[in-house]
């Protein structure tokens, strides 16, 4: 029904620039709202930003002004282009699917999760 893989990972040094993509290969796509969450080694998982089905977006303060979302219901993909990068956004990121039309930041609101991909950024 709704699977999600991330892609777009990798390593970049701090300051640089990143964007994750999150395909979603089932049926459907638009009534979902979409959240990127990242889980840093030792440490649990966090709330990153998400978008709407109608582009209404929300962001962590911890990303606020650095990172954006956006999504493109054509393609089934949502974006998350992280600028400005710190070694403290070092985590594998996550991208979730919600059955809501509403702004979610809890996990426990997502229904369906990929497997995640990595993001590391060096000092």
């Known amino acids: 029904q709704v699977q999600l893989v991330e892609s777009g990972g990798g390593l970049v040094q701090a300051g640089g620039s990143l964007r994750l993509s999150c395909a979603n290969s089932?049926?459907?796509?638009?009534?979902?709202?979409m959240g990127w969450f990242r889980q840093a080694p030792g440490k649990e998982r966090a709330f990153v930003a998400t978008?709407?089905?109608?582009?209404?977006?929300y962001f962590a303060d911890s990303v606020k002004g650095r990172f954006a979302m956006s999504s493109d219901s054509a393609k089934k993909t949502v974006y998350l282009q992280m600028n400005s990068l710190k070694p403290e956004d070092t985590a594998v990121y996550y991208c979730?699917?919600?059955?809501?039309?509403?702004?979610?930041?809890?996990?426990?609101?997502?229904?369906?999760w990929g497997v995640g991909t990595q993001v590391t950024v060096s000092s």
């Open positions: 979730a699917a919600a059955n809501s039309r509403l702004v979610v930041n809890m996990s426990s609101q997502y229904n369906y």
């Open positions: 978008i709407t089905w109608n582009g209404d977006s």
């Open positions: 089932g049926r459907t796509f638009g009534t979902y709202t």
